[in-house]
């Protein structure tokens, strides 16, 4: 079975930590990896990943793929109050169905 | 602006009622996709439909239907039979479901409440 799996599942950080959040994934045709970020509604983009080893970056966020070891972290430096949300890993499998295998979501919450 | 629009927010059933969420699009996107967000549990996939009048069941699709009629629509029924169907509810599409790569766009949800 397809499973992604994210650690921790919540955290609570103040500002200006630095924080790493884990997605581990057991699928059987990885096709990319995706970072979103759900503050209310809509999951909104952060990254897709393809290749192992090439790191992503957008401001204080980035994100980087090994897929020897089937994991992705993302680290969030200097965080901010804006950074409170729900941050979903999915996985892309291969093949025509464009479905996305989900995780349970990380809930971090940036304190003051 | 192109995107997807969810109705209604919120809605509220009473038990042993169908009720209808709708989901629009105007990004032309083939795809399109329903999701259920349960806490703790991330989101699970209802259903998905790669072309107008065409859809497949993903993994939780006991208890809901869907139609796809217009490339535009993809609205999703909640039927008596789904026995826990509080949940917040994610519509998505993306440009074809052959190239995913760039993931979904997503509505902005529907929260359903039995009462």
């Known amino acids: 079975e397809d499973k992604v799996v994210q650690s921790p599942l919540s955290l609570v950080v103040h500002e200006g930590d630095t924080v790493t959040l884990n997605c581990s994934y057991e699928?059987?045709?990885?096709?990319?990896l995706l970072w979103y970020k759900q503050e209310k509604k809509a999951p909104t983009f952060l990254f897709m990943l393809?290749?192992?080893?090439i790191e992503k970056k957008s401001g204080r966020l980035s994100s980087i793929l090994d897929k020897k070891e089937l994991f992705s972290i993302l680290n969030i430096t200097a965080t901010q109050t804006g950074d409170s949300a729900v941050y979903l890993c999915?996985?892309?499998?291969?093949?025509?169905?464009?479905?996305?295998?989900f995780g349970q979501g990380t809930t971090l919450q940036v304190k003051p | 602006d192109g995107g997807i629009t969810q109705s209604p927010k919120y809605l509220f059933r009473k038990e042993g009622q169908n009720v209808t969420l709708s989901c629009e699009q105007n990004?032309?996107?083939?795809?399109m996709y329903w999701y259920r967000q349960d806490p703790g549990q991330g989101l699970r996939l209802i259903y998905y439909?790669?072309?107008?009048?065409?859809?497949q069941k993903g993994d939780i699709a006991e208890g809901y239907s869907v139609s796809r009629e217009k490339k535009e629509s993809f609205p999703l029924t909640v039927t008596s039979a789904q026995k826990n169907p509080t949940a917040f509810y994610l519509c998505?599409?993306?440009?074809?479901?052959?190239?995913?790569?760039?993931?979904?766009?997503f509505g902005s949800g529907t929260r359903l409440t039995v009462v």
């Open positions: 439909s790669q072309i107008v009048n065409d859809f």
């Open positions: 699928v059987t045709n990885f096709r990319s």
């Open positions: 998505a599409s993306s440009i074809s479901s052959t190239t995913p790569n760039y993931g979904y766009t």
């Open positions: 393809t290749s192992s080893g």
């Open positions: 990004l032309n996107h083939d795809a």
């Open positions: 999915a996985v892309t499998l291969g093949g025509n169905t464009g479905k996305l295998i």
